[in-house]
């Protein structure tokens, strides 16, 4: 239930006359805990505690090791708040979260608010159908090991069918990848389609005045 001013009027009134904390939270709906607090801070400043008013946790403060840490990761990687806490808690065993992370990136004009990512966004999911009617193939490199990742995920179940791990990012690597789904799932069903980006590891970045493109993966999956 939400607190009004008017229910935390109720609520130093009762406590005022040696109401049990259970009892008033009972009636209203909320924990013992919260009635506690409400009481708690009305005794310490004498004034109605204001809901919706500086009631959260105050924000912690970045300290001046986290920021030497943070400024250390940043020049290497370049990468956003969500990734750096990932390395600055891989790379130093420091738990430092990405909102922290993030306010002290904009502070010092490494980050910014984008208005697009702060409005409530219609959730719509392109995904087909059918399983095995399509399926994504990508590679990752982890930024902390240097081992590459390819792998190739179902898009309607968002199953993964295949993942390995390479030395090197390449277009014969990723044919050991794809050749791992076809054993896998090739006799239950074909994959029908294969989605990728115009990279090298698929040859698919050399094209023709027609826009077409020719490599050993292409024939491979031909």
């Known amino acids: 239930m939400k607190l009004t001013r008017k229910k935390i009027r109720l609520i130093i009134r009762k406590k005022e006359k040696n109401e049990s904390s259970g009892v008033i939270a009972k009636i209203l709906h909320i924990t013992r805990r919260r009635v506690d607090q409400l009481w708690k801070q009305y005794r310490e400043t004498g004034v109605i505690p204001v809901i919706g008013k500086a009631m959260g946790r105050p924000k912690k403060p970045v300290n001046k090791e986290e920021s030497r840490i943070i ?54 999911r392109y995904e087909r159908a059918h399983s095995m009617s399509a399926g994504h193939i990508d590679w990752h490199e982890d930024p902390i090991s240097g081992i590459k990742i390819c792998a190739v995920m179902d898009d309607s179940s968002r199953k993964i069918l295949a993942i390995d791990e390479f030395a090197s990012i390449n277009m014969e690597n990723t044919i050991v990848t794809v050749k791992r789904v076809i054993r896998e799932y090739g006799l239950i069903c074909p994959l029908r389609e294969l989605i990728m980006d115009p990279g090298s590891e698929y040859g698919a970045h050399q094209r023709d005045e027609n826009d077409e493109w020719d490599s050993e993966f292409k024939r491979y999956l031909e």
């Open 71 to 124: 400024d250390e990761v940043y020049q290497r990687f370049r990468y956003g708040a969500r990734m750096l806490e990932f390395l600055i808690l891989q790379l130093y065993s420091v738990i430092i979260s990405h909102n922290r992370i993030h306010r002290y990136l904009m502070d010092r004009g490494l980050a910014r608010v984008e208005a697009s990512k702060r409005k409530q966004r219609k959730w719509v």
